[in-house]
């Protein structure tokens, strides 16, 4: 076959992108089951850690009754990173199933297929943010953020999202198995409690302090808190923004070289 017939002029990047994110959305909407349990993580953290390990942590803490004024930030991070295990395991699905291979037959946009996976992935992960926002909500969060704060939390986590999820896809795309893939984004998920998430880094032991302060996502945690609850994020802030693009560049590249690598 003539390798020029594989791959579509780059003009049609857009147009592909788009039909692959509809078969994304589709796909999602046809088999809950993955987003359902994607959701289902920062849901029973944000109600264990408020009804039942809530008042000791708050008190050990000092935020009284606030604590989920404290959590949610770190939950809303949660929610970002247990949506990778989905992505992943779609990704590493459509590889082994064969139907990657017969995209790579067709005269489409090869970057497309990853894009759809991508776009698709953060749509819903920003719609499982929302939600996990309404339940924080209605379970006594009380962010101090005017409209401002508020656009630039949410762009935080828009751009987190965009990171871990080329992430995810370049996991996925490395993963010879579904059953792989969701295993080996399970560091991702498990960052956060050696983070800020549920207690300030200062009340750790000094070797997991250290490791703590000095990991992706906890400035990107320290952000949320302080765009949310109106206070100044500081250098927390550079720093948070400078992980989540260099992320996003290494993993989108690692993940087209992966992609793109001789069967």
């Known amino acids: ?17 788009a039909t692959m994110l509809r078969r994304q959305l589709k796909h999602a909407l046809r088999y809950p089951g993955l987003s359902l349990g994607a959701m289902a993580v920062p849901v029973i953290f ?6 039942v390990l ?10 009284g009754t606030d604590y989920i004024n404290y959590l949610a930030p770190g939950i809303l991070l949660m929610t970002v990173t247990a949506a990778s295990t989905t992505t992943a395991v779609s990704v590493c699905t459509d590889l ?3 139907i990657i291979a017969r995209f790579r037959t ?4 090869r970057s497309s297929i990853l894009v ?7 749509i819903q992960t920003m719609i499982n943010v929302g939600l996990v926002i309404g339940l924080a909500l209605l379970m006594g969060f009380r962010p101090d953020a005017g409209p401002t ?13 965009f990171a871990v999820t080329w992430l995810a896809v370049a996991l996925g795309t490395l993963s010879k198995t579904p059953e792989g893939a969701s295993n080996i984004v399970l560091p991702l998920a498990l960052l956060p409690f050696i983070g800020s998430a549920f207690v300030p880094t200062d009340s750790m032991p000094t070797v997991v302090r250290l490791f703590a ?4 996502f906890t400035p990107v945690i320290e952000t949320i808190r302080a765009l949310l609850m109106g206070t100044p994020a500081g250098s927390d802030g550079i720093a948070a923004v400078a992980w989540c693009l260099g992320i996003a560049v290494a993993a989108c590249l690692w993940a087209n070289k992966l992609f793109n690598r001789p069967a």
């Open 1 to 17: 076959m003539n390798t020029a017939t594989a791959t579509a002029p780059a003009s049609h990047l857009l147009r592909d992108s």
């Open 46 to 51: 944000l109600l264990l850690f408020v009804y």
């Open 54 to 63: 809530g008042r000791p942590l708050a008190a050990g803490i000092g935020t």
């Open 96 to 98: 082994t199933e064969g």
């Open 106 to 109: 067709m005269a489409i946009s």
């Open 116 to 122: 759809g996976h991508v776009i698709g992935s953060v």
């Open 149 to 161: 704060g508020w656009l630039a939390a949410l762009g935080l986590i828009l751009l987190l999202t």
């Open 213 to 216: 302060e000095y990991q992706p």
